[in-house]
């Protein structure tokens, strides 16, 4: 497709489990972010790739969440011991540049809603 | 600390009037500032930028102006129409990286 792709679209949990949010971003795009949107709020950063490194994950809550991004394309965000605070709405986005020359523009995709129970 | 306020929640207006909402941030070393706008079940998406040497900047309806001594954005968006009914957010890009900071967002509806 021509957009991100994230899935699954809903995922419900129970309190202590593994969850993983995949990301499918624009072909092409470098930079891949991660943000987090609960009911009510905008969306809030977790953390963002250049290429397979992050290059800034000071957005991640806790050592409960980690993210991957092994071959520069596709990404995964992993939530281990879920809390039923992690309940939100997990976005992720591409851009085709970064840093210095990036002018903000993102490409979100429809977002995972993840409900812990 | 909020860096990026939206103080209203919500904006009720006619269709064909201007619609304004507005945006306020508290530290000025941002380089980029954006608009996005977000239906229902959907990603947000790119509406409209500006740079921090600029203080207006326009693209068809969609209209963004940098009070820069303030720390204040704000978009118009003239004549508004019903479709333009959704969540408005504007964004703040630091300088120094990549991210965007988020403000709440404004449900903005257009009544027909």
């Known amino acids: 497709g021509a957009g991100v792709s994230q899935t699954p679209s809903n995922k419900v949990t129970e309190k202590g489990k593994y969850v993983e949010l995949r990301c499918d971003p624009i072909s092409g795009h470098t930079a891949l972010y991660w943000y987090r949107q609960s009911l009510g709020q905008g969306p809030e950063f977790l953390i963002y790739?250049?290429?397979?490194?992050?290059?800034?994950d000071s957005g991640l809550p806790n050592d409960r969440f980690f993210a991957v991004r092994p071959e520069g394309s596709v990404s995964t965000l992993k939530i281990q011991r879920t809390e039923r605070g992690d309940s939100a709405v997990y976005l992720c986005?591409?851009?085709?540049?970064?840093?210095?020359?990036?002018?903000?523009?993102?490409?979100f995709g429809e977002g995972s809603r993840l409900t812990v129970l | 600390d909020q860096q990026v306020k939206q103080n209203s929640p919500s904006l009720s207006v006619q269709e064909g009037r201007i619609s304004i909402l507005n945006c306020d941030y508290t530290?000025?070393?941002?380089?980029?500032f954006l608009w996005y706008k977000k239906y229902p079940a959907e990603g947000p998406t790119f509406l409209i930028s500006i740079s921090s040497i600029k203080d207006k900047n326009e693209d068809g309806r969609f209209t963004v102006f940098l009070n820069k001594s303030a720390k204040h954005l704000s978009l118009h968006i003239v004549p508004s129409q019903p479709g333009d009914s959704a969540v408005y957010f504007c964004?703040?890009?630091?300088?120094?990286?990549?991210?965007?900071?988020f403000g709440e967002g404004t449900q903005l509806t257009v009544n027909p």
């Open positions: 964004a703040v890009q630091e300088t120094s990286g990549s991210r965007l900071t």
């Open positions: 790739f250049q290429g397979t490194g992050a290059a800034d």
């Open positions: 530290n000025s070393m941002f380089d980029y």
């Open positions: 986005a591409s851009s085709p540049t970064s840093g210095g020359q990036n002018t903000g523009e993102l490409f």
